[in-house]
């Protein structure tokens, strides 16, 4: 079984920057990270999929954040740009060994790491 540990949280001003990390027991086919805001349902943030590379983002945060993995393919990233209040939450990596195309679904994905808090706040 895959297990994942995020880190990389914080408090930050609107308009700052965080790095997440996300590291994984093994490789696993698509990895993703989801956020939830207090009071508020989960919600994919952006994947990736080991196998191609290939990224996709949350409307919401496209063009500010990315994701990565690195070169062992068990680390994955979130660099996020430019964080505004709506960002705030917590961040949560998810893995599946499956090449998830409809990548937004939670149910989806069997493994998940413990979260880690992100607010933005001035």
């Known amino acids: 079984q895959v297990q994942l540990a995020e880190t990389g949280g914080g408090s930050v001003q609107p308009g700052g920057s965080l790095r997440l990390s996300c590291t994984a027991s093994s490789v696993s086919t698509t990895m993703a990270w989801f956020r939830q805001p207090p009071g508020k349902e989960r919600e994919g943030v952006a994947a990736i999929y080991s196998r191609d590379g290939v990224t996709h983002y949350a409307e919401s945060v496209q063009g500010r954040f990315t994701i990565s993995l690195d070169n062992a393919k068990t680390t994955m990233y979130l660099q996020m740009n430019n964080l505004e209040p709506e960002d705030s939450g917590t961040y949560y990596c998810?893995?599946?060994?499956?090449?998830?195309?409809?990548?937004?679904?939670?149910?989806?994905?069997?493994?998940w790491g413990q979260g880690t808090h992100v607010t933005v706040s001035s």
């Open positions: 998810a893995a599946s060994r499956l090449y998830l195309r409809i990548w937004a679904l939670a149910d989806q994905y069997r493994r």
